[in-house]
């Protein structure tokens, strides 16, 4: 059973920076993809970054290419989402995800596995 448990949320001013964490088990996966979501109230859970893990490739959207970085340690079956320059409009619940397949895709229902979710709060 693939368990993913999120870490490393809080409140942060604008500008900021924060490093989640996404703890994975359960399984090994180097024929998987990962994925980071985010959801604000009243919005729908939108894409933020995906690896594949065996190689390393990102993509990532244009709302945050440039200030937020996903990584793994392949060692420690953990994926991070380094994030700077936070804006207000960062502020959500962030989700990590994982998929069994290599491709990197950015739609919620393309992935198989969820974490329970971190919050992050950008003050102005």
């Known amino acids: 059973q693939v368990q993913l448990v999120e870490s490393g949320g809080g409140l942060v001013q604008a500008g900021g920076s924060l490093r989640l964490s996404c703890a994975a088990s359960g399984r090994t996966f180097g024929t998987y993809a990962m994925g980071w979501f985010r959801q604000a109230p009243g919005k729908e859970r939108d894409f933020v970054a995906a690896i594949k893990w065996s190689s390393g490739s990102t993509y990532y959207p244009d709302a945050v290419k440039g200030r937020f970085t996903i990584s793994r340690d392949y060692a420690k079956n953990t994926m991070y989402l380094e994030m700077n320059s936070l804006k207000p409009e960062d502020t959500a619940v962030y989700y990590c995800?994982?998929?069994?397949?290599?491709?990197?895709?950015?739609?919620?229902?393309?992935?198989?596995?969820w974490g329970q979710g971190t919050q992050v709060t950008v003050s102005s």
């Open positions: 995800a994982a998929r069994r397949a290599q491709v990197l895709l950015t739609t919620t229902r393309a992935y198989d596995y």
